[in-house]
């Protein structure tokens, strides 16, 4: 088996490959920038962290099970308000706050992908969507414990035991440790037997049957492993920000995860590093179009679909060695399905 | 002995008769071939066969066990491994992830040791890619084991569904027109591919048109029309029998 340092090591060994990494580079130079320069950029750094982890997970369902969810802000939402209210009302430390929200998420991710990752298609993505918008409402509705719009503050920064990330700078180096922690989990599943299993029936559910696959039970790993990137994302978001309300695990959420996936690359294992600081930190050399920033978003997507349909980090497959000249026909399973008709 | 057993094997869609009453046995050893004209009821059994339609009427056995109505998944983990007329790769895959995969049923490393990248998981991870290659080799893939599925010509395509369905080291092979699209030198060469394999022990049940492949490669020959069995003997038997050439000719020589 292939260590990612190793197969980093021999990327990166070929000036050639320097180019095509050049999306992976960037990003993770801006990163470490922020973390010596201090200062606005901070902050926005911090979200493209928290975000690369969500993607991540959305990363695995969609990516390499191929499948669609619009709802894993709820995973979000319920991992984050389990950390807001156990730390601020009822003194919990950071870690077993994340913890116990974690769990919450994963049982959720069990009761409702058991019944509805037996739907197909775009009913499945109904069914996600309908998720979303159920735990958005809770949160608005359940004031005793959410306090509805207001929002709970005071939620203390990340920490273990005595020691807290107080500063913007020790936050940041625990985002980052976190985010690679999240990209080397996500390499190792990839290169595995539960990932192959994965990108498998997203290529073909009757042979990933018939070769022994159990497809309902893979769909349903793949989701609650999801949900967990996106539980961590969301106790994390509320902890560095110290504040959560409905809004910041609204709809938004989803469609700037979904901007990220595929301006970052879809399938690929550093696509949401990339696609979040892209996202996150690109627009702010822009200022003035801050309100126009679904508009942006929206535009970005489309624009990605029709021309880069793998994304920027497609220049730097990662997953693998470097995929040739076909690649193009190798990801877009439409076009070889066609190339294959063709033939007599 | 027998490998697998049809009995009375029957399926109904609607009031369309797909598969009428059908029995055979295929023997453990060598090659048995299901032929019939287009719509003669052939996919139809491989699907009942291998778990992906549950039959109207009838049993199937295998190894002498009762396995009517379980799914493929099941199928393929107990020895039964079927490719697909329409080759099914997974084409954003290289070569040798294809064939990897097809080691599924074999192998056992869940999320966690994947995850803690446990000695165990690495050492099994290893050997899947060792028997993975070594298959490839086998099937003259070689050289394109790195490439993705999807870009390969056809034919080549073929030989890797072979490859990963051998992979899982079935007792019983399964092949639905397996020279569907293949030029005449692929197909001979397909043709000594399939008795290799079941030379080496892997009963082979084979749906197929290309008649000169049929009669090359087949110890046994089943012929279905309109959804039931019309013959069943040696290559050389069916030739000869008049309701097939009646069936082939549609009644010319009548």
């Known amino acids: ?344 | 002995m027998t490998r697998l057993s049809v009995k009375g094997l029957t399926k109904r869609f609607g009031g369309l008769v797909a598969t009428d009453n059908v029995s055979f046995d295929v023997p453990e050893k060598g090659v048995t071939a299901v032929i019939g004209p287009n719509g003669a009821g052939k996919t139809t059994l491989f699907n009942l066969i291998s778990g992906f339609l549950p039959p109207t009427d009838g049993r199937i056995f295998f190894d002498g066990t009762d396995v009517t109505g379980t799914p493929p998944e099941r199928m393929a983990a107990i020895g039964l491994v079927r490719t697909f007329q329409l080759v099914q790769l997974f084409p954003q895959l290289t070569v040798l992830e294809n064939v990897m995969i097809g080691r599924h049923v074999r192998t056992r490393a869940g999320l966690m040791s994947a995850l803690l990248s446990l000695p165990a998981a690495r050492r099994e991870e290893s050997e899947t890619q060792s028997k993975a290659r070594a298959l490839i080799a086998h099937v003259g893939l070689g050289a394109q084991t790195e490439r993705l599925a999807g870009v390969l010509p056809y034919g080549q395509q073929r030989l890797l569904e072979i490859a990963r369905a051998l992979a899982a080291e079935p007792r019983l092979l399964l092949l639905d027109e397996p020279a569907a699209g293949l030029n005449h030198g692929e197909t001979e060469r397909l043709g000594l591919l399939i008795r290799e394999i079941a030379d080496g022990g892997t009963t082979v049940l084979l749906i197929e048109h290309d008649m000169r492949l049929v009669m090359n490669t087949a110890d046994r020959i089943v012929v279905l029309n309109f959804g039931a069995k019309i013959a069943e003997g040696t290559p050389a038997e069916i030739e000869r029998h008049a309701d097939v050439i009646e069936a082939y000719l549609g009644g010319v020589a009548a």
């Open chain 1, 1 to 344: 088996m292939t260590s990612l340092p190793a197969t980093i090591f021999r990327e990166l060994r070929d000036p050639l490959n320097l180019v095509r990494h050049l999306p992976t580079l960037l990003a993770v130079g801006l990163v470490l920038y922020a973390i010596v320069a201090g200062g606005y950029v901070v902050a926005l750094a911090g979200f493209a962290l928290i975000y690369a982890v969500f993607v991540t997970g959305l990363n695995i369902f969609m990516g390499l099970g191929g499948q669609a969810s619009f709802g894993h802000n709820a995973f979000a939402a319920i991992s984050g308000y389990t950390s807001a209210v156990l730390t601020t009302s009822y003194g919990w430390e950071t870690l077993p706050a994340m913890g116990v929200g974690v769990l919450g998420a994963v049982t959720l991710a069990v009761i409702i992908g058991y019944p509805t990752l037996r739907l197909k298609g775009h009913y499945l993505a109904m069914a996600t969507l309908a998720i979303g918008l159920i735990v958005y409402e809770i949160a608005v509705q359940w004031q005793s414990v959410t306090q509805g719009y207001t929002g709970i503050s005071g939620i203390p920064p990340l920490g273990i035991g005595k020691w807290e990330a107080a500063s913007d700078r020790a936050q940041l180096i625990v985002l980052s440790l976190i985010v690679i922690l999240a990209m080397l989990s996500a390499w190792r599943i990839r290169n595995s037997r539960f990932g192959r299993a994965l990108v498998a029936f997203s290529g073909s559910e009757d042979a990933a049957r018939a070769l022994g696959i159990d497809v309902a039970r893979y769909k349903l790993a793949a989701f609650v492993v999801s949900a967990v990137y996106a539980a961590i994302a969301g106790s994390l978001l509320v902890h560095i920000v110290g504040f959560v309300s409905p809004e910041v695990f609204g709809m938004s959420m989803v469609i700037a995860g979904f901007t990220m996936l595929y301006v970052g690359g879809i399938g690929a294992v550093v696509g949401p590093l990339v696609g979040a600081v892209m996202i996150n930190l690109l627009p702010e050399t822009f200022r003035g179009l801050k309100e126009y920033q679904d508009i942006i978003y929206g535009v970005a997507l489309i624009m990605i679909l029709i021309y880069a349909p793998g994304g920027f980090a497609s220049m730097s497959t990662l997953w693998r060695g470097a995929p040739s000249e076909d690649d193009t026909i190798a990801r877009d399973p439409g076009l070889a399905v066609n190339a294959l008709e063709a033939k007599p």
